[in-house]
């Protein structure tokens, strides 16, 4: 509720103990980044995702794909395409039974349909370079 209702402090004191407690897990960052961007502060949001160290796998992926939302809030799309598209290719192997909500969430802000490997372009952030 911390989250969703943009208070920071509050959320600060929740998460802040998750992360004591389970620093390489996402959702303590997920909630804090959450809470940052209701808040409107999308590039506090993103330095906090960029800090973050998560367990290797689905949590990384899911921290990213957070990370590349906060950068395309922040107005930093460049920097957000350099972040997703890594994450979003992890989902290129044919198998959607082992693609995360981190790679499914990347390609949807890639505007790639989720899950499908190759899929065509949809609205979304721009794939050209800037």
Do not use: W, Y
């Amino acid at each position: 509720m911390a989250s969703a209702r943009a208070d920071v402090q509050r959320a600060e004191r929740i998460f802040g103990a998750l992360l004591r407690v389970r620093p390489d897990r996402a959702f303590g960052h997920i909630g804090m980044a959450t809470a940052l961007l209701n808040a409107g502060r999308a590039g506090d949001a993103a330095t906090r995702l960029s800090d973050a160290r998560t367990s290797a796998g689905e949590d990384t992926d899911l921290v990213q794909a957070f990370l590349g939302l906060a950068l395309q809030l922040d107005g930093r799309a460049g920097e957000a395409m350099r972040v997703l598209r890594p994450v979003a290719a992890r989902g290129d192997n044919g198998s959607t039974a082992d693609t995360t909500e981190g790679v499914r969430l990347a390609q949807r802000l890639l505007g790639q349909p989720a899950g499908i490997p190759g899929g065509t372009q949809q609205p979304g952030l721009s794939t050209s370079p800037s």
